[in-house]
């Protein structure tokens, strides 16, 4: 395929570390990529463009450094690709990728082991991205990774911030079947909610939280001490294994080596402020947690648990964003970003849906298969999902499985 011709020729060789590859971009566009294979030689300008560029707070240095430390495969490796310009020598953005063995042949992923819901480089400004220099930029970036059977990166975002992804403007991106949503904050704090939020879910908000209150006193509490952080977070854990064994479904958290991330990720955040822990509570009794990360003006809610059975007919997990809503406009955030998931709260609230993009396709024999059979399984899992009668069922049929499965 023409799509896949330039990647095809840029895989067959890969440069050691600190090796340079020039890459000559069509009307003038030049890029000149290298290659880190530690996070070491990586760091300054990382942390350089973490600072003062333009990412996600899933793309934090120190997000990707747990991720290292705890969530690597064994036979992973880093695949860390820096861009300059090529006439200027200034960066213009940091590629964080892996390459690992699955099932015989080796990928190209992002650097992610299930805790970056996006995948979006880091940029060094706000520089409009076209098709033509995303293409130029992404040939750079595939000359200088090592040997490779095929590419496969999901969930990104079609803009970081204000700026398009380079990485959803590549002739191989595709619409995935996940999308984002989020919802922008602005003007007053005791207001915000009202103003940018559905009349049907601040009217059942509203109504949630008298109910809360009535149960011995409502109050959001932050986790601002280690021992705060270890106790919320447990709670976290505890109450969304609970809820996921009850719907029959998997959680990650339920790897230990995924919990003790986000808990080391939640205790850093105490210095840096990159996540933040909070607990809703009514009287005595923890109703919702939610785990946040965060950058600039953005909050990432990435984790949630509840209680349901805590408070009858009231939702928890809604009252503890609607919350957040309000907290985090008095601190000036400006959106409030609901992460990847197509839960019907999301849309009762009032957020904006937006389709991720991926990136997968095949370099060699084995890639090519690979990625035909992961293709044809997302049509599958589309055409089902576009069928509620067919959805249910096939629901109800994993619930019961993994029920099954859970009490050998």
């Known amino acids: 395929m023409a799509s896949q011709a330039m990647p095809m020729a840029a ?12 890459h000559a971009g069509t009307a003038g566009i030049a890029y000149v990529a290298q290659l880190h294979t530690s996070l070491e030689t990586a760091k300054p300008l990382w942390l350089r463009l973490e600072t003062t560029g333009v990412c996600t707070g899933h793309q934090h240095f120190a997000w990707a450094e747990g991720i290292v430390e705890r969530l690597m495969p064994p036979k992973a490796e880093l695949a860390i690709v820096e861009l300059r310009d090529a006439a200027t020598g200034e960066p213009v953005m940091l590629v964080p990728l892996m390459r690992r063995r699955a099932f015989g042949h080796w990928v190209i992923e992002w650097l992610s082991c299930g805790v970056c819901d996006y995948a979006a480089p880091l940029l060094a400004d706000a520089t409009p991205w076209t098709t033509q220099s995303a293409e ?30 380079p990485l959803a403007l590549l002739s191989p991106a595709r619409d995935s079947i996940h999308s984002r949503y989020g919802i922008a904050m602005d003007g007053d704090a005791d207001t915000v909610v009202k103003r940018i939020c559905r009349p049907s879910f601040v009217k059942a908000l509203n109504k949630d939280l008298r109910r809360l209150d009535r149960n011995g006193g409502l109050a959001l509490v ?9 106790s919320i977070f447990g709670k976290l854990v505890e109450m969304r294994l609970s809820r996921f064994r009850e719907l029959g479904r998997f959680d990650l958290l339920a790897r230990p080596p995924v919990a003790d991330f986000y808990r080391s990720a939640a205790q850093r955040g105490l210095k840096d402020g990159s996540v933040r822990v909070f607990g809703l509570r009514a009287g005595d009794v923890m109703v919702a947690v939610q785990y946040l990360a965060v950058h600039l003006g953005t909050l990432h809610a990435l984790l949630v648990a509840i209680d349901q059975a805590a408070v009858p007919n009231v939702s928890p997990g809604l009252c503890i964003m609607g919350e957040l809503i309000r907290w ?19 849309e009762h609230m009032g957020a904006v849906k937006s389709v991720l993009s991926e990136l997968c396709y095949g370099i060699t024999l084995k890639g090519l298969a ?26 109800d ?4 499985w993994r029920r099954l499965r859970a009490g050998r």
């Open 11 to 22: 895989m067959t060789t890969g440069l050691a570390e600190g090796g340079a590859a020039p």
């Open 136 to 165: 130029a930029a992404w040939a750079a970036v595939l000359s200088v990774l090592p040997p490779a059977d095929r590419i496969h990166i999901t969930g990104i975002p079609k803009e970081i911030g204000s700026v398009a992804n």
């Open 328 to 346: 985090g406009r008095g601190q000036g955030f400006d959106y409030f970003d609901l992460s990847v998931g197509n839960q019907s709260y999301k």
């Open 222 to 230: 932050e986790a601002d001490t280690p021992a705060l952080v270890d």
């Open 397 to 400: 049929f994993m619930q019961r």
């Open 370 to 395: 690979a990625s035909g059979a992961i293709n044809y399984r997302g049509r599958g899992v589309a055409f089902v999902r576009d069928n509620p009668r067919l959805f249910k069922l096939a629901q």
